[in-house]
């Protein structure tokens, strides 16, 4: 699967980012990273332009409850919709159904796995194969249950 | 389907274009199938190589501005290294090239390397002639942060801009041969930093006994010297004579690879080698009949 790593907003924090392009990169994936600090508009940009299956969001800073809908919206309105969205970093968890609500497919904490990270794409490729609803504008209630 | 992407990406649409790059990067379609044609050397896709770490990205980054400032549009084509283990890859040229997020004259599109031999995919090739014909003016293309030996790049680049940079000393002296050799231009990037004078002087030198000595230029992406200069002569540069030679080299190589890692027993013939079942000498042999 090719996939974009992004980091929105003026978080400067990229090392759990870069840990998991590597981790994604070693399970068989090609990874892009953007960088610190896109924007929504640019971060759509990286993921029409480089023609991804699935693109990561990074946020450590508290600003994921604006910025990652705003990106799944603009996937959506960039005819994007078969882009599976999946956000990682520190989000609490009563702010996570919202993000799910807005077409994201899962969230990881602190203390995931990589191997979770690994199963989760895998299983996307599947779900993707079988034209099961997994994509930002596929609608649809499927969601990854993570352990962290 | 393709068709249809291909006049969909003609007209200007990105997304188009992504969707037909991937087509290609996955082999599925072929200048025939697209019915383009192949393109001749026109000085329009340029190569960019050189060791990591000498400033590649970010040269281009450079470039990307000015010609875009000029009204060019310009494609890059950034090759990155697969794992030989996973087959994974992390592409990070993007991170460097801030036109790439922003900037609607440019179009970057990231490639692993797939494990093709000599570290360029063989479908790099139609990728850039794809560009070409989708209205990008010039098209880039970034190896992997290559050796001295690393030659692949001029089977599909008309130019071979080869970036070196300061502070890698003898190593200069010992790269004489190879790469240097077919390069159209040579920049000794990073210029900011001391011995970058030396090092130009040295290549210089080097190449001084050669019958057409590419042009030698010093830049900095960091105090902006030479980047007006470079973005100037790249536009201008003369074929360089003797180098035809190596160049259909290249390309026949390429074809054979191609041709040879596309035959449908591939992971059997890999799987007995490494099984020590017989040699990878042996087995050409065979073939050979």
Known sequence: MRIVIAKPGLDGHDRGAKVVARALRDAGHEVIYTGLRRTPEQIVRTVIDEDVDLLGLSSLSGAHAFLFPRICDLLRQSDCNDVVVFGGGIIPID?????????????????????EMADFVETVAKMSTAGDAVGVGEGGDWTWSSGA | MADNLLSLAQSGDRRSLAKLLTAVENDEVSHASLEI?????????????????????????????????????????????????????LLGDRVRMDS?????????????????PGGLPTTVGLAADVMRICGYDLVIIETVGAGQSEIRIVSVADR????????????????????????????????????????????????????????VILTSSKSGEGILELAKQLLNLPVRAGAELARARERLLTAWDADLLSRKDINEVLESISKGQFTAQEWVKSKRG
Do not use: Y
Not at chain 1, 95 to 115: N, Y
Not at chain 2, 40 to 68: F, N
């Open chain 1, 95 to 115: 702010e996570r159904q919202p993000l799910f609500d807005s077409g994201m497919r899962a969230i990881f904490g602190p203390g995931t796995k990589m191997q």
């Open chain 2, 160 to 215: 071979i801009l080869l970036v070196e940079s300061p502070g890698r000393g003898d190593e200069i002296q010992a790269e004489k041969a190879g790469v240097m050799e077919l390069a159209d231009l040579i920049v000794v990037n990073k210029s900011d930093l001391d011995g970058a004078d030396r090092a130009a002087a040295q290549i210089i030198s080097a190449l001084e006994l050669s019958d057409s000595a590419p042009l």
């Open chain 2, 37 to 89: 044609p192949v393109r001749q050397s026109d000085g329009t896709v340029i190569g960019v190589t050189g060791a990591p770490g000498v400033g590649k990205s970010t040269l281009i980054e450079q470039l990307l501005a000015k010609w875009t400032d000029d009204g060019l549009c310009v494609g890059v084509l950034a090759v990155d290294p697969s794992s030989p283990l996973s087959g994974g890859a």
């Open chain 2, 100 to 116: 790439a997020d922003d900037n609607d004259s440019v179009f970057v599109r990231s490639i692993a390397t797939r494990n093709h």
